[in-house]
């Protein structure tokens, strides 16, 4: 198992975090806390000596920048994968070669155990038919499952149809959502574990809220 | 006795109108603070503190018109500078946000490298309306409604120059933004918001008799409903099924 980074979130998934070689989808809206779940992912991953790859269509300074804003600074780097500042450069027009790159990098590192993050999927859908993405990520996910590699995904709601979010849920071995919800005059942000590959359904809801040392997840309704 | 009768009609009519605009307004700040609690980046924060700030600004704004018939021209200065500096805090955070919505993440109007320096002739031109606006209304006793005490320049921009600054550059980058966003909820803010923009720009400010007070109270009230539905496409809010209520934890 890969821990989440988040102690709370890892009891909710049953106490260690993400099944092995699996890859989980984490889907919201903008601006809900999304990719801070892929940064202490790989902050986790990177404690414990992991490689990580975080592929990003933002700059390196962005990404660092925003993860202060979590109160997470970084001691060890990650592998980047970006639009500017990283090792590769992050072309979000080059599906061919963004799936080139990910697996050269990975075969590079091969030896050791691995997490790659994708922060976001959005963009990729936004300018490639889903068709494309499906066959895309169906690739990548069968290629990298070779190697001892746990992969985290973001995806924003609300930017594609309804069919389409539910055709990448489909893909993805995890699937956790982080969505806004209305409670009488209130808006309360809930996390939900969709499905967790080795896990049963979990229909539960969660409340979560961060803190500056990290983030808080407690069962909803409690 | 019909006249009267009249009159009281007219009377609640307009208390009605003004009471369900202000109530509108108030509604739509407190949804828009209510979601930028929820949220937790903060450029997006941001955005809906702006909407949160502009809807108050107006609440400020519309009683100024309606119960005290303009404070001090000083003031009423400074209150116009107070909003429309909202105003242009939700320019600014709309557009920051709707880079992140392009695909291609494009720096509209390469608005991060300027923004600064664009805050900057603001606030200048806010002072700088500041003291025009003092100055003439001590030396001359120029107030808005004896505009002739004053040359001609100090009312028609010299009081108001922060205005076309946030009016040039709104309508030269919400625009491009809304264009080059792919999430189709900020397009629907962005439009609800320019709806509300559209309204205000149509009517008269000041009722000075029944009929025309009861059009403007009108017109509030629609601005004040567009606010609000631009407060609520500011982020996608759900309802938890009463099915799946049944399997809460614990």
């Known amino acids: ?222 | 006795m019909a006249s009267d009768a009249l009159s009281l009609v007219g009377i609640a009519l307009g208390l009605g109108l003004v009471l369900a605009a202000e109530g509108t307004f108030a509604y739509a700040a407190y949804w828009a603070f209510n979601i930028r609690r929820a949220l937790t980046v903060r450029v997006y924060r941001n955005h809906a503190l702006a909407v949160g700030l502009v809807s108050l600004g107006w609440i400020v704004i519309f009683l100024d018109y309606v119960v005290v018939s303009h404070i001090s021209t000083v003031g009423f200065t400074v209150l116009n500078i107070l909003v429309t500096t909202a105003f242009f805090y939700f320019i600014d955070a709309a557009v920051l946000d709707g880079r992140l919505s392009d695909p291609l993440l494009r720096d509209t109007l390469h608005w991060r490298e300027i923004r600064r320096w664009v805050w900057v002739i603001y606030g200048v031109a806010a002072v700088a309306s500041t003291v025009i606006s003092a100055y003439y209304s001590v030396t001359t006793g120029w107030t808005l409604e004896n505009p002739s005490l004053a040359p001609a320049w100090v009312n028609i921009v010299g009081a108001q120059l922060y205005i076309p600054v946030a009016i040039v550059v709104g309508l030269a980058a919400l625009p491009i933004t809304a264009i080059r966003s792919r999430d189709p909820l900020l397009r629907r803010q962005l439009e609800w918001f320019a709806a509300f923009i559209v309204i205000l720009l149509a009517g008269g400010p000041i009722p000075s008799t029944p009929a025309y007070a009861v059009l403007t109270f009108l017109q509030q009230l629609g601005m004040a409903v567009c606010l609000y539905k631009s407060a609520r496409s500011l982020a996608p809010v759900g309802r938890i099924p009463k099915l799946e209520l049944e399997h809460l934890p614990g």
Not at chain 1, 85 to 95: E, R, T
């Open chain 1, 1 to 222: 198992m890969a821990s989440s980074g988040v102690p709370a979130l890892d009891k909710v998934l049953a106490g260690a975090g993400y099944p092995d070689k699996s890859t989980v989808l984490v889907v919201g809206p903008p601006g809900i806390g999304k990719e801070a779940l892929g940064y202490w992912f790989a902050q986790s991953g990177l404690a414990q000596g992991e490689f990580c790859l975080y592929v990003t269509r933002l700059s390196v300074s962005e990404v660092l920048q925003d993860q202060k804003g979590f109160g997470i600074e970084g001691r060890s780097a990650p592998f980047w994968m970006a639009s500017e500042g990283g090792q590769v450069k992050y072309d979000v027009n080059d599906l061919a070669g963004l799936s080139f790159r990910i697996k050269e990098v990975l075969k590079q590192n091969g030896q050791s155990r691995m997490r790659v993050v994708i922060d976001s999927l959005s963009s990729l859908l936004m300018l490639n038919p889903p068709e494309t993405i499906y066959k895309f990520l169906t690739q990548l996910f069968a290629d990298i499952k070779q190697y001892d590699v746990v992969l985290l995904a973001t995806l924003e709601e609300g930017m594609h149809k309804p069919e389409v979010l539910a055709a990448m849920q489909q893909l993805f071995d995890g699937v956790v959502e982080m969505r806004l919800y209305e409670e009488g005059l209130s808006v309360i942000p809930l996390l939900r574990v969709r499905k967790m590959r080795g896990l049963p359904p979990h229909p539960a809801y969660y409340n979560f809220s961060f803190t500056r040392t990290g983030m808080e997840v407690s069962a909803y309704g409690k």
